[in-house]
């Protein structure tokens, strides 16, 4: 990351610049992509100290903040808590949008077709009628109603018995 440190109206001291590297080192906390970052010192006509940062940082632009005050630590002090705001809400913002997990594709499984089938159930007929005429046959069930016009079931167990339902 490239550090600039320019002083207008004002002698920049190793003090200064020291304060403005712990500032910059303090930022870097926040694991953005930081290109560079240039500071201003700036004094006015009325003895005020202007303090500027503009960092650059990748995919979001540049973040400048400025802050004047009588006192020039004072001022580094207010812009850092400023900045570091900034940053930490453009670093929140990242965080907190990104996807955790990748969501699987729903799969559909074949599903086997349903073809509903007339029952042939010509007259009602006896249970005893119903278990001769499903003894002649190898399914697994027989549907059939009984006399009293009720629906009955008719299955093979597996221990070789029949069941009705």
Known sequence: MNVSIVGRHID????????????????????????????VVEENKKGEIKVEFNVIVADKGSVVITQIDKDFYKAVDLAKDRLE?????????????????????????????????DLMAEKPMTVDEALAEFK????????????????????????????LY
Do not use: C, W
Request: glycine residues 6%.
């Open 136 to 163: 002649q046959t190898n399914e697994a069930f027989m549907v059939f109603k009984d006399l009293g016009g009720d629906t009955r079931v008719l299955y093979r167990r597996k221990d070789g018995k029949f069941g």
């Open 85 to 117: 705001k900034k940053l930490r809400r453009y670093h929140d913002k990242l965080v907190s949008h990104r996807v955790k997990e990748e969501i699987p594709a729903v799969v559909v499984e074949e599903v086997d077709e349903i073809v509903p089938v």
């Open 12 to 39: 920049v001291t190793d003090g200064m610049k020291a304060a403005i590297n712990a500032v910059i080192d303090d930022i870097k906390k926040y694991n953005l992509d930081i290109i560079s970052s240039k500071v």
